[in-house]
């Protein structure tokens, strides 16, 4: 049985199974493209949270039990049902969250990076093992599962955040609830379905949807032993301090600001690609997306200009549509918030090189083309505040120094970037700066999943990142010292003879 998301209501997935009660509150699902409602969600409250928690207690138990073999070979079972899917779960994404087909199948093969990994962070739960510390005694580590974990995440990515963090968490031995955000609900409620076609013991994976009262409820929770988050960064650092308050493992991942630096030495038409698809692709609503270009030295009009260019080019439209670039943002109230912010960048002093706000209005759809704001001020809102849409904008320094000064000083650390074509800014650039992910001459350095994702300063909040750090956030490490009384003569490592090993 598949689900229609074409169905008015988007229910929880609970226990296995999809559950909406007739009555409660729901929230609108919005087309972005055509402003139109498309479906409505259930928002769950403390009750919906408890019955998701308890299911996934009553799951937890005999599912860390499974051997790891069968756990990840649950996982590989959705690994090819999701390949299998691509275009399916490209469409619910676009049609909610509004980037193009092409992204949204981009973030399906991001998304199935990150189960393959879950398939090897299973090993990784092995430990290490010391013999003959004391006579007779052995000590031991391994790694065992926390029981029921939490996610709540943001609009921007409905299926890759959360698969980043339930594969990773279900391979360790956890079962697990996920509060999706209410904007863009339906991938993961499929995605559960799939889990469940994929031989995921009903209760090891539930979904509940809802906003805040949700949110509160899973963290205050008393069985959910870990929290992971993706969103901004109030949020993010409410979050954290809220489950560590609580005693529960907390991972917080918040907002961006992310910076890329053009030496004058660098191939300004490939820092200018990189920049404009850094920017403005996905309508600018990526937590590495690039916002501010710091231009060095005698690099900066002629890349202003060659930006300039490539954003009045870049094509804006409905994202099911073929041949464009660029989607419409998530809401009404994002559109109303990026063209405030560039109408205060121009009161504060940048100079608008290309105005979106300029780009015909496609019907009623939350669309906004690509913005250059040169001359942006450090002190401004626009170079402090995070958008969050399609706006770029340009700070000058004088040389590398000055511009790693920027960079740092800003109190977000989720990615930078370098362009240049010498070695030595390049060493120096990736060693200095503040930022968990950096790039040298490439647009968005978001890792292969074979790495942990994650942010510096305001960008993070907790130790551990996402994908391959999963291993060690969604469990704890357990060291067992023993000794065996009884006396073992022949216990002592045989030696043999040279040339029999
Ligand atoms: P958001 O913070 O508004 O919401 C994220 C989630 O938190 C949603 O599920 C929402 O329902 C819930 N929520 C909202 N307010 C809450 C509160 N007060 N208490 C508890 N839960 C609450 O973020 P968004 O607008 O959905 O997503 C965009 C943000 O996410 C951007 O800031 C972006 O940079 C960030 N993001 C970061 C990363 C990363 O890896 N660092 C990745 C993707 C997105």
Redesign the pocket.
């Known amino acids: 049985m598949t689900i229609d998301i074409s169905l008015d209501t988007v229910p929880h997935w609970i226990g296995g199974a999809a559950v909406a009660s007739v009555e409660g509150p729901r929230a609108e699902i919005h087309d972005p493209a055509t402003g139109r409602v498309i479906g409505t969600v259930v928002l769950g409250g403390a009750d919906a949270v408890d019955e998701a928690v308890v299911s996934a207690r009553n799951a937890a138990a005999a599912w860390a039990d499974t051997p790891g073999p069968v756990r990840a070979s649950v996982l590989h079972r959705f690994r090819v049902l999701l390949h299998e899917q691509i275009d399916d779960l490209a469409s619910i994404i676009t049609a909610e969250q509004g980037k193009t087909l092409a992204d949204a199948r981009g973030e399906l093969a991001r998304s199935i990076e990150a189960v393959d990994v879950s398939l090897s962070v299973v090993q990784q739960l092995k430990g290490e093992y010391a013999e003959q510390v004391a006579n007779g005694v052995d000590t031991y580590s391994f790694r065992q599962p926390l029981g029921v974990c939490a996610g ?6 409905p299926v890759m ?1 959360p698969v980043s963090m339930f594969a990773a968490a279900i391979a360790c031995g956890n079962a697990f609830v996920l ?4 904007q863009v609900p339906s991938a993961s409620v499929r995605l559960a379905q799939i889990m469940s076609q994929a031989g995921l013991p009903d209760g090891v994976l539930n979904v509940v949807h809802g ?2 009262e949700a ?2 409820a899973l963290i205050d929770h008393p069985d959910v032993a870990a929290v992971s988050f ?4 109030p ?1 993010a650092r ?2 954290y301090r809220r489950s560590a308050e609580a005693g529960k493992k907390v991972q917080a ?4 600001k992310n910076h890329l630096v053009v030496m004058p030495d660098a191939d300004l038409d490939a820092a200018a690609d990189a920049l404009v698809s850094a920017a403005y692709g996905a309508a600018g609503q990526r ?1 590495m997306a690039v916002t501010v270009a710091v231009a060095v030295g005698s690099a900066a009009d002629a890349l202003v200009d060659k930006i300039a260019d490539r954003a009045r080019a870049f094509r804006v439209g409905d994202g099911a549509a073929s041949g464009i670039d660029m989607g419409p943002l998530i809401s009404a109230g994002a559109l109303d918030r990026v063209r405030a912010a560039l109408e205060r960048s121009v009161e504060q002093g940048g100079r608008l090189i290309v105005d979106g706000r300029d780009r015909p209005a496609a019907g009623d759809g939350y669309f906004i083309g690509p913005s250059l704001v040169d001359r942006v001020s450090v002190e401004s809102d626009l170079y402090r505040d ?1 958008v ?1 849409g399609p706006v770029l904008s340009v700070v000058r320094a004088d040389d590398l120094e000055q511009a790693l000064q920027i960079v740092n000083d800003n109190p977000y650390g ?1 990615g930078a970037i370098i362009f240049t074509g010498s070695g030595t800014a390049a060493r120096r650039f990736s060693r200095g700066v503040l930022a968990g992910s950096v790039g040298i001459n490439v647009p968005i350095p978001v890792p292969i999943s074979w790495f942990g994702f994650g ?1 510096w300063g305001d ?1 993070r909040f907790g130790d551990d990142g996402l994908n391959y750090d999963g291993y060690r956030f969604y469990t704890r490490s357990k060291v067992v010292t023993q000794r065996w009384t009884e006396p073992t003569p022949g216990l002592a490592p045989h030696f043999v003879a040279a040339g029999r090993q």
């Not at 709540?152 to 990515?157: S, V, W």
């Not at 509060?179 to 209410?182: N, R, Y």
């Open positions: 709540i995440t943001p609009f921007n990515f955040v509060k999706p955000s209410e906003g805040v949110a509160e993706v969103g901004s960064t949020v409410a979050i991942l918040g907002g961006a937590c995070e969050f989720n942010g960008s």
